[in-house]
């Protein structure tokens, strides 16, 4: 594989994960409402608008806490 190659892959990696970014938050804080967040991370968050929505509610509202002690 040449440098090049190597370089338009983690590019897309790098993209990939950007662009999946508000279904990782919301999965790591188990949000209430993470599978609405990845549905609509996967069929709207190729728009700007659709993505900041998916951010913004992966954020926001309840999450279950992962804490052993508090």
Same mark, same amino acid.
């Given at each position: 594989?040449?440098? =090049?190659?190597?370089?338009? &892959? !983690?590019?897309?990696?790098?993209?990939?994960?950007?662009?999946? /970014?508000?279904?990782? %938050?919301?999965?790591?804080?188990?949000?209430?409402?993470?599978?609405?967040? =990845?549905?609509?991370?996967? &069929? !709207?968050?190729?728009?700007?608008?659709?993505?900041?929505i998916? /951010?913004?509610?992966? %954020?926001?509202?309840?999450?279950?806490?992962?804490?052993?002690?508090?």
């Amino acid at each position: 594989m040449t440098a =090049l190659g190597i370089g338009y &892959f !983690l590019v897309t990696v790098v993209c990939v994960g950007l662009f999946f /970014l508000p279904t990782f %938050v919301a999965f790591s804080r188990q949000a209430t409402h993470r599978y609405i967040v =990845l549905a609509l991370n996967f &069929f !709207l968050g190729w728009t700007f608008v659709g993505w900041v929505i998916a /951010l913004a509610l992966a %954020v926001s509202g309840d999450a279950r806490s992962t804490r052993l002690v508090d």
